[in-house]
């Protein structure tokens, strides 16, 4: 039995499967905020399947300390955690980044999940979470590189902090116009613009890709995109999967 961990800078997501499951087949998944780590034990304890988990693959970019209490948390389950770490290649996926380690893992693992639900297409991957990643990948398999900006939610916050006269505003469920005639819809429509932007240009420089949407945000981002997509949700739990026959 497998668990796969996914640590984002805001939440950490989990999946339990079979050995020899599908990627994204799985037993039981689901997600707690930081501050709610400790939660994971009674979580992961409520599916019986837990007791026979034998390997954990943790994808970590939200550092050390988090990284500390995961080890933690699975050295009750008696399993030792296996890092996923980028790779120049790995599972068909050939990695391009100048420095192929240091590009983010779960960005790695996300391009990966994708490229297993939708082989041999050239992609663009969209992740909006605390920051949105937009990254992409050849017909033929190679991770080209990509964007990162922030995201949804730190724009709206740095407004709020950095400004005197802006209010906070939140990201609701209805788009508001291009040109709003209030100021909370304008910071709203002019974050969602930027977000929509960058995914649009990376769409616009490689013809043909299908759009993957993920993430935490993806759902207030979706309606202000003005090309097709396909929402996947927890993608670098599938790309986790996807890498797991890869790993001793």
């Given at each position: 039995m497998l668990l796969l961990v996914d640590a984002g800078?805001?939440?950490?997501?989990?999946?339990?499967?079979?050995?020899?499951?599908?990627?994204?087949?799985?037993i039981a998944h689901g997600a707690v905020a930081h501050a709610d780590l400790e939660t994971l034990r009674d979580a992961w304890a409520s599916h019986g399947a837990v007791h026979e988990v034998t390997r954990a693959i943790v994808s970590n970019v939200a550092?050390?300390?988090?990284?500390e209490r995961l080890a933690h948390l699975l050295a009750l389950l008696q399993v030792?955690?296996?890092?996923?770490?980028?790779?120049p290649e790995l599972a068909g996926?050939?990695?391009?980044?100048?420095?192929?380690?240091?590009?983010?893992?779960?960005?790695?693992?996300?391009?990966l999940g994708a490229r297993t639900l939708a082989p041999a297409r050239a992609l663009v991957v969209a992740t909006c979470g605390?920051?949105?990643?937009?990254?992409?990948?050849?017909?033929?398999?190679?991770?080209?590189?990509?964007?990162i900006l922030p995201g949804l939610g730190l724009m709206l916050g740095a407004l709020a902090k950095n400004t005197a006269q802006l209010p906070q505003v939140a990201a609701g469920a209805t788009l508001p116009p291009a040109f709003a005639?209030?100021?909370?819809?304008?910071?709203?429509?002019g974050c969602l613009a930027a977000q929509a932007g960058?995914?649009?240009?990376?769409c616009a420089a490689l013809p043909d890709a299908l759009c993957i949407l993920s993430g935490g945000a993806a759902a207030q981002v979706a309606p202000a995109l003005g090309v097709p997509y396909r929402m996947l949700d927890n993608i670098v739990l599938v790309g986790l999967h996807a890498a797991t026959p890869h790993f001793n």
């Amino acid at each position: 039995m497998l668990l796969l961990v996914d640590a984002g800078n805001t939440r950490v997501k989990w999946a339990i499967a079979h050995d020899e499951a599908a990627p994204g087949d799985w037993i039981a998944h689901g997600a707690v905020a930081h501050a709610d780590l400790e939660t994971l034990r009674d979580a992961w304890a409520s599916h019986g399947a837990v007791h026979e988990v034998t390997r954990a693959i943790v994808s970590n970019v939200a550092g050390a300390a988090l990284g500390e209490r995961l080890a933690h948390l699975l050295a009750l389950l008696q399993v030792a955690p296996t890092p996923f770490v980028s790779r120049p290649e790995l599972a068909g996926l050939r990695n391009r980044y100048r420095e192929p380690a240091r590009l983010g893992a779960d960005r790695f693992a996300a391009a990966l999940g994708a490229r297993t639900l939708a082989p041999a297409r050239a992609l663009v991957v969209a992740t909006c979470g605390t920051a949105t990643t937009v990254d992409a990948v050849t017909a033929d398999g190679e991770f080209a590189g990509g964007m990162i900006l922030p995201g949804l939610g730190l724009m709206l916050g740095a407004l709020a902090k950095n400004t005197a006269q802006l209010p906070q505003v939140a990201a609701g469920a209805t788009l508001p116009p291009a040109f709003a005639d209030n100021t909370r819809d304008a910071i709203l429509s002019g974050c969602l613009a930027a977000q929509a932007g960058a995914i649009e240009r990376a769409c616009a420089a490689l013809p043909d890709a299908l759009c993957i949407l993920s993430g935490g945000a993806a759902a207030q981002v979706a309606p202000a995109l003005g090309v097709p997509y396909r929402m996947l949700d927890n993608i670098v739990l599938v790309g986790l999967h996807a890498a797991t026959p890869h790993f001793n």
